[in-house]
C-alpha cells in the first residue's frame, strides 16, 4: 500500500503563493506518475497537474496553466506544487494521487492511491 501525505495549504491572500508538498511512503514502485487535483465545495472534483517519473512530461489544467508549477525530487519520494498569483477561485482542497505506471493521465480514475488532501483558501 502508498500512503500519500499532502501538506502546504493554508489561508493566503490573493495573489500570493503556497508550495504543496505530497510524500510518499509504503509501497514503492520502479517508477509512477503523480497528479494534483481539487475540489471546491459543491463542485466535482477537477484535474489540476501531472507529473511523470523522470519530470520531463507535465500537464497542467488550462485554468491554472502559467501560475502553477509542478516538480518532483525523487529522492525524496516527494512532488510539489508551486502556486503562484492565486485566486479565489483556487479555493479548494487539493489531492494528490499516484499511478502505478509511468504514463500521466489527466482523469482521476486513472489514479489508485490518493492522499487525505490540504485546504487551500485564497481571500479576495
Known amino acids: 500500500q502508498v500512503q500519500l501525505v499532502e501538506s502546504g495549504g493554508g489561508l493566503v491572500q490573493a495573489g500570493g503563493s503556497l508550495r504543496l508538498s505530497c510524500a510518499a511512503s509504503?509501497?514503492?514502485?520502479?517508477?509512477?506518475?503523480t497528479g494534483w487535483f481539487r475540489q471546491a465545495p459543491g463542485k466535482e472534483r477537477e484535474f489540476v497537474a501531472t507529473?511523470?517519473?523522470?519530470?520531463?512530461?507535465?500537464y497542467y489544467a488550462n485554468s491554472v496553466k502559467g501560475r502553477f508549477t509542478i516538480s518532483r525530487d525523487n529522492a525524496k519520494n516527494t512532488v510539489y506544487l508551486q502556486m503562484n498569483n492565486l485566486k479565489p477561485e483556487d479555493t479548494a482542497v487539493y489531492y494528490c494521487?499516484?499511478?502505478?505506471?509511468?504514463?500521466?493521465?489527466?482523469?482521476?480514475?486513472?489514479?489508485?492511491?490518493w492522499g487525505q488532501g490540504t485546504q487551500v483558501t485564497v481571500s479576495s
Open positions: 509504503g509501497r514503492t514502485f520502479s517508477s509512477y506518475a
Open positions: 494521487a499516484v499511478r502505478p505506471l509511468d504514463v500521466v493521465s489527466l482523469s482521476d480514475y486513472a489514479y489508485d492511491y
Open positions: 507529473i511523470s517519473w523522470s519530470g520531463r512530461s507535465t
